[in-house]
Structure formats: structure tokens, C-alpha cells
């Protein structure tokens, strides 16, 4: 069994556009905004975007990009 949670203060337009997308689907209003929020924490934020790059480390080009950037460009023409 979940966490409940309660959202209070939901703009009444809001949560009628819930109702009818979730009903548009089939499913229950609380199946659509959970599997909304289960899909939102799923994606990294920009924070832990920019983590995972940093700890990749830097790239090893064997020329300097400008020039690889210009070769490629040429080559597709």
C-alpha cells in the first residue's frame, strides 16, 4: 500500500480537466495523477542533468572540435 496524499487548494477548472482526461483514458482520477507523478520523478531534473554530466568528466578529442564541426559539415554536402 501507498503514501496518501492530499492536494488542497486545486482550482476547480483544474481538477475538471483531471476528471475528463483521466475518464478519457479509463482510468480513475487517481490512477491519472499518480501515474503523472510517478512519470514526472522518473525524469532527472536540470540539477541532476548537469551532476551526471559533470561526473562524466571532460571528452578526449583527437582535433579541436571547431575543425571536426567544419570536416563533418563538409562531408555531408
Known sequence: MGTLVQIRDVP???H???KSRAAAKGVSLSEYVRT???RDVSRPTPDELA???AARGAVELDEPSEIAVRRLR???E
Open 12 to 14: 476547480e477548472d483544474v
Open 74 to 76: 563538409d562531408e555531408g
Open 36 to 38: 503523472m507523478m510517478e
Open 51 to 53: 551532476e551526471r554530466i
Open 16 to 18: 475538471r480537466k483531471l
